[in-house]
């Protein structure tokens, strides 16, 4: 059996050739073509994939090693019998450590203490309860909001509003631009907004009206509209700007590998790989590690236009601590 792997996920190099054939492509040279023979996909967020990648091949299975899985076709996958599957909340602690740093970048930027400062958290799941977490520590006033069930106006007292939904374009409650035009006049004059969810979550014009005219206080955006061919106009009004590695720590990257092969395991009953576990290395000096979010933010402004390049060779090893 062959399976096909984006070569970019590095952390999975190696793990299936016992059990099966192994082509590594990049993103860009998967195809019809390439996965004609295979019968399982490993990819991550930097392409879509359905029809145009997947019709007529024999692909039984495709897997993301992100928490998003925006950039599958569900419908086409479930019509066609292929099984997806996603590494949901293997980069929740990753983000929420990402967040707990923008949050120290405000405080300082702002010159008040976050035990001062409310926020409001914008969907409280896998990575909504871990910032919530890290806010808690910081003894700050929450704010909790889980839509689009229920969006509410108790969300725009919050002096900072940080957005963790997934993406969703239909269905009962789409979350494709929730922070709208509408959404930022309700936030009151000075807010500071946090994205690290998925782009299209915040409508960029809107993000960028309401920072040109100074209603918002600042803004902290990690992911953007049409990654990687973003706005760039908008990076001299955002305060710190990343290339969507908010949950690219090198432990998220080794949660999401472990899930990938359970799931491989599990569908294909391979039961030699039933106990393969990816280790998460710890530093030799940890105490050196403090991981700087204005460092990421410099590297990205050095080059933008290589957004994809950035974000694949990243990998945060240390955490944020305060």
């Known amino acids: 059996m ?3 792997l984006d070569k970019s996920i590095k952390e999975l190099h190696g793990i299936f050739e016992p059990y099966f054939s192994v082509q590594y492509l990049d993103s860009n ?3 019809k073509e390439s996965l004609k023979d295979s ?3 490993i990819v991550r967020s930097t392409r879509k994939y359905g029809a145009e990648t997947m019709l007529g091949t024999n692909v039984k299975f495709i897997g993301t090693v992100t928490s998003g899985f925006e950039h599958i076709d569900t ?4 019509k066609n019998g292929i099984f997806w599957t996603t590494a949901h909340g293997s980069n929740a602690k990753s983000v929420a450590e990402y967040v707990a740093a923008a949050l120290a970048e405000i405080s300082k930027k702002i010159n008040h203490s976050l035990n001062e400062l409310s926020l409001g958290i914008v969907g409280v799941g896998a990575v909504g309860s871990k910032v919530k977490e890290e806010a808690e520590n910081f003894g700050m006033r929450l704010l909790l909001c889980d839509p689009p069930k229920n969006l509410n106006d108790n969300i725009f007292d919050a002096d900072i509003i940080t957005l963790h939904t997934p993406l969703e374009k239909d269905g009962e409650y789409p979350t494709y631009h929730l922070a709208n035009e509408d959404f930022f006049k309700k936030m009151k004059k ?3 907004l946090i994205n690290a969810a998925r782009g299209a979550v915040c409508c960029s014009e809107a993000l960028k009206q309401s920072l040109q005219c100074k209603h918002l ?5 990690d992911v953007w509209e049409n990654e990687p061919n973003i706005d760039e106009s908008m990076l001299p009004l955002i305060e710190i700007a990343t290339p969507h590695i908010a949950g690219h720590s090198a432990a998220a990257k080794i949660n999401a590998a472990n899930l990938l092969i359970k799931s491989i395991c599990e569908f294909f009953n ?4 039933k106990n393969k576990s990816l280790p998460i290395l710890l530093p030799q000096n940890p105490s050196k590690g403090i991981y700087s979010i204005r460092k990421d933010d410099l590297d990205f402004r050095k080059e933008p236009k290589n957004f994809t390049e950035i974000r694949n060779r990243y990998n945060r090893f240390y955490i944020f601590t305060s």
């Open 270 to 273: 391979i039961e030699e790989l």
């Open 75 to 78: 419908k086409f996958c479930e």
């Open 217 to 221: 206080g600042g803004a902290i955006i």
């Open 39 to 41: 019968v399982a996909l």
């Open 190 to 192: 000075g807010t500071w």
């Open 2 to 4: 062959l399976i096909t």
């Open 29 to 31: 040279n998967i195809s």
